[in-house]
């Protein structure tokens, strides 16, 4: 059974008829872009490998479990010029949204890497990942996770193209590069996605992010949407107060010392595979400003400054935070605390759904294959939440109030 907190779990014959009912009507959404029936059913079985139990999602592992001679088929699906990642990509988000949508949301923003051997694949490079934890020859894709309290799932995707790609039109070409893209910083990549997810309109309250995407055009995005966010900035990032009795002022590390004991407090970031994931979190005010006349929430902001420390030795996070006034460090922590959903999807959509087994070295098919990976991802993330549904509210039993007997008169 798929087990979670809740004491109300699926049996297994509920489970495989949802699982079953939810891939007739992830085949039916997507059927429309496809122009013929059999590759439209082409993509279904490779939906269907990506879902398998082989733990390797290849072309040939793929074609083994839906009979086919060889990986031909699974390879058209991601070659073929005739049907639009993109389109895809918003069937996804709009699947997601319609199950697992809620207006305190958070979106999530961060890359993975893709290790790859050679120079052909479209974008890969010398470049440092996370995913390795070193500088190596990888392709880096920006993605951006939906996380609510029914669940977690991608909606969105771009794949990075390094200066040396996009200062090489032959190379472009190769790899069948859209004429039009030129050069973009993942934090870019980061604002198309959130302007995407507002225009949608995606329901969401809060985004988060590291460092990389902490400072820039984001916040400003942000701000102006009426967003609140807990963004990752490092350690070097120079923070003012004003209009507050405590002045601030100073690299985010200096602040750090000079705050005193009582100024911290523990409080978990969340759930971990070993109970909560506690830390020291101190919080600062740095300025109350009016949020913009447009905004959900026009009245009162303020920008802050969020420290987490770790218990064990000491180390120090630092995070620019924008939210609406009396915002408690408690909600700010939460936010924060969203980010290892995003970790526990690239984790998860990897082993899982072959995300980072894409053979194709295209443009288009590095697209297709991760959009069909978030599809993957996103149909189990749905069935997870409607196979454990949340325990029904208790109610209160009416008693009828007992009148206490008067005694007769004689």
Same mark, same amino acid.
């Given at each position: 059974?798929?087990?979670?907190?809740?004491?109300?779990?699926?049996?297994?014959?509920?489970?495989?008829?949802?699982?079953?009912?939810?891939?007739?009507?992830?085949?039916?959404?997507?059927?429309?872009?496809?122009?013929?029936?059999?590759?439209?059913?082409?993509?279904?079985?490779?939906?269907?490998?990506?879902?398998?139990?082989?733990?390797?999602?290849?072309?040939?592992?793929?074609?083994?479990?839906?009979?086919?001679?060889?990986?031909?088929?699974?390879?058209?699906?991601?070659?073929?010029?005739?049907?639009?990642?993109?389109?895809?990509?918003?069937?996804?988000?709009?699947?997601?949204?319609?199950?697992?949508?809620?207006?305190?949301?958070?979106?999530?923003?961060?890359?993975?890497?893709?290790?790859?051997?050679?120079?052909?694949?479209?974008?890969?490079?010398?470049?440092?990942?996370?995913?390795?934890?070193?500088?190596?020859?990888?392709?880096?894709?920006?993605?951006?996770?939906?996380?609510?309290?029914?669940?977690?799932?991608?909606?969105?995707?771009?794949?990075?193209?390094?200066?040396?790609?996009?200062?090489?039109?032959?190379?472009?070409?190769?790899?069948?590069?859209?004429?039009?893209?030129?050069?973009?910083?993942?934090?870019?990549?980061?604002?198309?996605?959130?302007?995407?997810?507002?225009?949608?309109?995606?329901?969401?309250?809060?985004?988060?992010?590291?460092?990389?995407?902490?400072?820039?055009?984001?916040?400003?995005?942000?701000?102006?949407?009426?967003?609140?966010?807990?963004?990752?900035?490092?350690?070097?990032?120079? @923070?003012?107060?004003?209009?507050?009795? #405590?002045?601030? +002022?100073?690299?985010? *590390?200096?602040?750090?010392?000079? !705050? =005193?004991?009582?100024?911290?407090?523990?409080?978990?970031?969340?759930?971990?595979?070993?109970?909560?994931?506690?830390?020291?979190?101190?919080?600062?005010?740095?300025?109350?400003?009016?949020?913009?006349?447009?905004?959900?929430?026009?009245?009162?902001?303020?920008?802050?400054?969020?420290?987490?420390?770790?218990?064990?030795?000491?180390?120090?996070?630092?995070?620019?935070?924008?939210?609406?006034?009396?915002?408690?460090?408690?909600?700010?922590?939460?936010?924060?605390?969203?980010?290892?959903?995003?970790?526990?999807?690239?984790?998860?959509?990897?082993?899982?759904?072959?995300?980072?087994?894409?053979?194709?070295?295209?443009?288009?098919?590095?697209?297709?294959?991760?959009?069909?990976?978030?599809?993957? @991802?996103?149909?189990?993330?749905?069935? #997870?939440?409607? +196979?454990?549904?949340? *325990?029904?509210?208790?109610?209160? !039993? =009416?008693?009828?109030?007992?009148?206490?007997?008067?005694?007769?008169?004689?």
């Amino acid at each position: 059974m798929i087990r979670t907190s809740w004491t109300r779990t699926a049996s297994i014959e509920e489970t495989l008829a949802l699982w079953a009912a939810s891939l007739r009507e992830i085949k039916k959404r997507i059927r429309p872009l496809f122009g013929q029936e059999r590759v439209a059913k082409n993509a279904g079985l490779f939906l269907e490998g990506l879902l398998g139990d082989e733990q390797r999602k290849t072309g040939w592992m793929r074609a083994e479990a839906a009979g086919d001679p060889g990986p031909w088929r699974q390879q058209a699906i991601l070659g073929r010029r005739d049907w639009d990642a993109d389109a895809l990509r918003d069937i996804v988000r709009d699947y997601v949204i319609e199950h697992l949508a809620d207006d305190d949301a958070v979106l999530v923003i961060d890359e993975t890497g893709f290790l790859k051997q050679g120079k052909a694949s479209c974008g890969v490079a010398r470049q440092y990942t996370g995913s390795a934890g070193k500088i190596t020859n990888c392709q880096i894709g920006v993605f951006a996770a939906y996380v609510s309290c029914h669940g977690h799932a991608f909606i969105d995707r771009a794949l990075y193209l390094p200066k040396e790609w996009t200062d090489d039109p032959d190379r472009l070409k190769a790899a069948y590069v859209p004429p039009d893209t030129g050069f973009a910083t993942k934090p870019k990549l980061a604002t198309r996605m959130i302007a995407r997810a507002i225009a949608a309109p995606v329901p969401f309250k809060w985004v988060a992010g590291d460092t990389v995407y902490g400072v820039g055009d984001i916040e400003q995005q942000l701000r102006r949407a009426g967003k609140g966010y807990v963004l990752g900035v490092s350690s070097a990032h120079v @923070f003012r107060s004003w209009g507050k009795r #405590r002045s601030v +002022a100073g690299t985010a *590390a200096d602040i750090a010392l000079t !705050r =005193r004991a009582s100024d911290w407090k523990r409080l978990s970031a969340g759930a971990g595979t070993k109970g909560p994931r506690l830390h020291d979190w101190c919080y600062l005010e740095l300025a109350d400003l009016a949020g913009e006349p447009n905004d959900e929430n026009p009245g009162l902001w303020t920008r802050g400054l969020l420290i987490r420390r770790r218990i064990a030795d000491g180390d120090l996070a630092f995070f620019t935070t924008w939210c609406p006034a009396a915002t408690s460090i408690e909600t700010l922590v939460g936010v924060e605390g969203h980010r290892w959903a995003i970790e526990d999807s690239f984790e998860t959509a990897k082993n899982e759904f072959g995300l980072d087994h894409n053979e194709s070295r295209s443009w288009h098919g590095w697209h297709r294959h991760v959009s069909m990976a978030m599809l993957a @991802f996103a149909m189990m993330a749905v069935i #997870r939440h409607r +196979a454990n549904p949340p *325990a029904p509210k208790k109610t209160k !039993r =009416r008693t009828t109030a007992r009148v206490k007997p008067q005694p007769r008169r004689r």
